[in-house]
């Protein structure tokens, strides 16, 4: 029998690793906004603009690929993704103008969109009898990579420079060559004649809507401060590098709150964890910017903490709901919702660039209350490990029955 590190299929851990490299490098662009803008003469809209661009291929794209992958070949889009998303984003300071900055965002944004569906849904099919606990922690295997890119890349691209980002990309590549080869294959769980993708997930929209919703409320905060906090450090007299570690402090935080988020599903129940976390995240998220220095850093990782720790919940529970087309509903998740947020930024860095980033945060800090409100309709009760048909989600939907139980 093989070895079970933490109970979980070796797999689960293969792909966390890897996702870890995939949005660490997917975090290469924020942390050196402070060097970009100057270098590139940008204004914090233009910077916005690009961060939806990227968002648009990281993110929307996947609900593009997770369709793919339900029909095709997944296996392939894990493997290619991640090489294509950490070669060519290390490019990132070689971008000589915007427009070259777009292309090298959005090609690299497109190698990570190919990977996520395909292995968020092996890992739910791998999952076993742990199914929260194994996405919570492949999600924070990406998130872990995404909040410490900023200690590496801010201070590497700071002593160095811009042109030397490209070496980056050597030691990822050697662990992923190491690490992919050994992807089993992914059978798609389905008989004949089944439908899979959009079509599959008809009986389950409402519940669906509703997670989706969520997840774009929540996105729109969340990057509005991993944008612009690297910024408004650095104006308020930071370095680059000590700008780059609080915002791995706060991403940090925020990756242990997803991780958390799942066991705490498993107890209290997937509605009631959603509405009190993005309840109790405001507060913290809003008196952040009136602070200063490294009070500022504790403030707003509390929030971040409390914001982040419904994602994998709701990846989880949309999968559990609709498992046939586990890949489109996790790129519709994690992906599409994820981008659709991104979608926003652009006119946060235009509200930035009339009222401050201060204020522009402080306004943003609030959102996360709409989104408790569409989590509130949400079926109440425990996530539990029996997936659920289309019958009885469309029974649910008429009597209020919990379709997870």
């Known amino acids: 029998m093989k070895s079970r590190p933490l109970g979980l299929h070796p797999t689960v851990l293969l792909l966390a690793g890897t996702h870890f490299f995939v949005d660490g490098y997917s975090n290469i662009y924020a942390p050196l906004l402070p060097l970009l803008i100057p270098h590139l003469n940008l204004s914090l809209a ?232 993005l309840v109790l995240s405001v507060p913290f998220l809003a008196l952040a910017p009136m602070q200063a220095g490294w009070t500022f850093v504790a403030v707003v990782s509390l929030g971040g903490f409390l914001l982040q720790s419904t994602l994998p919940v709701n990846v989880t529970f949309g999968q559990m709901i609709a498992p046939i087309s586990a890949a489109t509903v996790s790129s519709l998740m994690m992906g599409f919702a994820w981008g659709m947020g991104g979608l926003s930024v652009p006119f946060v860095g235009m509200l930035a660039d009339r009222i401050g980033i201060e204020r522009a945060l402080v306004a943003m800090a609030f959102t996360p209350l709409v989104a408790a409100m569409f989590a509130a309709p949400l079926p109440a009760g425990k996530l539990g490990h029996t997936p659920a048909r289309a019958s009885d989600v469309g029974h649910a939907e008429t009597t209020g029955a919990d379709v997870a139980e």
């Open 46 to 277: 233009a910077a916005g603009t690009l961060q939806m661009c990227f968002q648009m291929a990281n993110s929307v794209a996947q609900l593009g690929f997770g369709h793919i992958a339900d029909r095709w070949r997944p296996r392939v889009l894990v493997i290619v993704g991640p090489f294509v998303t950490v070669s060519i984003l290390s490019l990132t300071g070689l971008a000589s103008s915007p427009w070259m900055l777009g292309v090298i965002l959005i090609a690299g944004g497109l190698g990570a969109a190919a990977f996520h569906p395909p292995a968020a849904a092996l890992v739910h099919r791998r999952g076993g009898e742990h199914k929260a606990f194994a996405m919570s922690l492949h999600i924070t295997g990406g998130s872990l990579g995404f909040s410490l890119g900023p200690l590496i890349f801010a201070p590497f691209a700071e002593r160095y420079g811009l042109h030397w980002t490209p070496f980056l990309m050597i030691p990822a590549l050697a662990v992923l060559a190491l690490l992919l080869p050994r992807v089993p294959l992914i059978e798609h769980p389905r008989k004949r004649g089944e439908l899979v993708g959009f079509r599959a997930l008809r009986p389950y929209r409402k519940p669906l809507t509703l997670l989706y919703l969520i997840v774009v409320i929540r996105t729109l905060a969340a990057l509005s401060f991993a944008t612009f906090m690297p910024v408004m450090l650095t104006r308020r007299g930071m370095s680059l590098a000590e700008a780059g570690t609080a915002i791995a402090a706060y991403l940090l935080a925020s990756s242990v709150g997803g991780f958390l988020g799942g066991p705490l599903a498993d107890r209290w129940g997937p509605r009631s964890v959603i509405i009190w976390s």
